[in-house]
């Protein structure tokens, strides 16, 4: 990192940003979740943070200190981070949903601790609602990021999801095999509608800091 100070060219700005896994709670020990680290989009919220955004955000579990210059609000399942979304984005301007968000939450949680009796168990699951997607619904001028996490055709997946959740921007990274999820360096490839553009592995603050440089230009095109 240079010395040089970012500019402030988001002063003014409220971004909100969504970090980590959700857990989905089965009974009142046991949940489920995911490898999420919550390093990248705490990454992004403090790079959101240095170009003079105001940055509120919203985390899942994570081992992470917040981020100079944000507030965090903390949440565990998808529907309390659904919630606060929705709170938060109503006097935001940029949203950037970097949650490793739970797909799926127990249809029924059990009120006491599951016992081991047969040789399975069979889980059901409800599909949990999609935050970005209903956060977009209520906010239509949002200016909205993505993330998209894939092991396999990362450029149809990701550009699928920019325009069935009409984003404004989506960043794509590959995961599986020791990438990306729980890892220092990540590598992201971002598309919008008229073009991509290519963020090769670096440490996540230096990947957030040329994401946040797209979203700036982006925005201010918009
Ligand atoms: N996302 C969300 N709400 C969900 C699931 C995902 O807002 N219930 C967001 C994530 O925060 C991410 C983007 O949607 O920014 C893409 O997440 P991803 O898991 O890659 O895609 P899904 O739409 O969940 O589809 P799939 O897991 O089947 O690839
Ligand atoms: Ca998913």
Do not use: C
């Amino acid at each position: 990192q240079t010395g040089a100070a970012a500019p402030a060219d988001l002063a003014g700005l409220h971004a909100v940003v969504t970090a980590g896994p959700t857990r989905e709670p089965l009974d009142p020990v046991r949940f489920l979740t995911n490898r999420s680290s919550g390093k990248q989009g705490y990454a992004v919220a403090e790079a959101l943070a240095a170009r003079g955004a105001r940055v509120t955000l919203i985390s899942g579990p994570t081992q992470l200190a917040t981020p100079r210059g944000v507030t965090r609000i903390d949440v565990e399942s998808a529907e309390q981070m659904l919630g606060l979304s929705l709170a938060a984005a109503a006097e935001a301007q940029i949203f950037v949903g970097a949650a490793a968000v739970a797909d799926y939450r127990a249809s029924e949680v059990a009120g006491e601790k599951i016992k081991k009796t047969g040789e399975s168990l069979t889980l059901v699951l409800s599909k949990n609602p999609d935050i970005l997607a209903t956060v977009r619904a209520a906010q239509p001028g949002l200016f909205m990021v993505g993330f998209a996490a894939e092991t396999e055709k990362l450029a149809e997946h990701a550009r699928g999801k920019l325009s069935n959740k009409k984003l404004n921007l989506i960043a794509a990274n590959w995961v599986g095999n020791g990438k990306a999820f729980d890892t220092e360096d990540n590598a992201l490839q971002l598309y919008w509608p008229e073009g991509e553009q290519e963020i090769p592995a670096a440490s996540k603050a230096e990947v957030a800091r040329q994401l946040v440089d797209r979203i700036v230009s982006l925005y201010q095109a918009r």
